[in-house]
């Protein structure tokens, strides 16, 4: 049996903080595992083009292992040539760096470790380094939040939480907080793959937005940033898709939004000419917030997305059913409401 694992470097900042189980060179507490029970076990960050490690190496492995931090793109063209492979393990939550559709066509089973970034995303602190490693050697929980569950009742009428069925009705209304607090209102969506893009196009009509943006939303894909009020600001640490990245680049340099902030891009890493890292509200001079996409990879939440992705790992090796809640899709079907719009074919 052959495990590919795919993960980001971390350098020094991995030698001085083993907890990096996320860099290849601590690969997630997977070598003394794939040690012990005799599997071929293959660890790279290089993921890019025809003659990476990575399309070297799918070819004949049987498992994929990989991050949202610096994911490896199973597309179609990878999963045709992967004629071993039988289970992709995001470690972490999201998987929309798979094609879902062609893994049901191939019955490959697709599954993260759903749970174990709530509490680090909703700690999110905007910080200037771009290299992933050494913001989160530093980074711990220090929260227990978990949005995937409905708020408790009382917390829900305390904060005025709505569910929203209907985006652009709601767009004008919300204050977006980083922080609970008692004069604003918070609009919480969920990354799912009918909300790609859903953040686009500036039809300027559109006192700030933000979301942490989870469930599929009935929304005119052509006109949500003009629903927003002029001068909002949007932050998305969900996934870079759920927005157009010309579109919100255009919003703040022409001044419509004050900002933008978040620390997830449409790709990982993103190239050093991509929009969003020089975009600039003209009035303020200011306006982004761009991270590097590290939140949800706490040394916390490293320790649970390493130990869920070796549970999840054991089971299928095992044969014994995996949580309902990890499944992304199974035998060839969606186990997941949160990807299971996508067409089946």
């Known amino acids: 049996m052959k495990v590919l694992c795919i993960l980001y470097d971390g350098g020094k900042h991995a030698e001085q903080e083993k907890r990096l189980l996320g860099t290849t060179e601590n690969a997630l507490g997977l070598p003394d595992y794939c040690k012990k029970n005799d599997i071929e076990l293959v660890v790279t960050s290089d993921k890019e083009g025809p003659d990476s490690e990575f399309a070297k190496h799918i070819v004949d492995a049987d498992v994929l292992i990989t991050t949202p931090f610096h994911p490896g793109y199973l597309t179609r063209e990878y999963i045709e040539k992967a004629k071993n492979l039988k289970i992709a393990i995001t470690a972490g939550v999201g998987s929309d760096h798979i094609d879902l559709n062609a893994a049901n066509e191939k019955k490959i089973t697709v599954a993260e470790v759903t749970g174990s970034n709530v509490v680090s995303v909703a700690e999110h602190i905007a910080r200037g380094e771009w290299e992933v490693a050494a913001i989160a050697k530093g980074a711990f929980d220090v929260s227990r939040h978990y949005d995937y569950a409905p708020l408790p009742e009382n917390a829900a009428k305390e904060v005025g939480a709505r569910r929203v069925e209907d985006l652009k009705e709601f767009l004008s209304q919300y204050v977006l907080l980083a922080r609970a607090n008692a ?163």
């Open 183 to 345: 004069s604003g209102r918070a609009l919480m969506m969920y990354p799912a793959s009918g909300t790609r893009g859903i953040m686009n196009k500036v039809c300027f009509k559109a006192p700030y937005f933000a979301g942490s943006c989870d469930s599929p939303l009935r929304v005119d894909l052509q006109e949500t940033i003009g629903y927003m009020k002029k001068g909002a600001w949007l932050v998305n640490t969900a996934r870079g898709a759920l927005c157009d990245e010309n579109a919100v680049a255009e919003a703040i340099n022409s001044g419509y939004l004050s900002g933008y902030g978040g620390d997830v891009w449409p790709k990982q890493p993103a190239f050093k000419e991509h929009p969003w890292r020089t975009m600039q509200n003209p009035n303020t001079l200011g306006g982004n917030a761009m991270v590097a996409h590290y939140s949800g990879t706490t040394l916390d939440a490293q320790i649970r997305y390493a130990n869920g992705a070796i549970e999840i790992l054991d089971n299928w090796r095992n044969g014994k059913p995996q949580t309902p809640a990890n499944l992304i899709v199974e035998n060839g079907e969606y186990a997941s409401q949160a990807y299971g719009q996508r067409n089946k074919k």
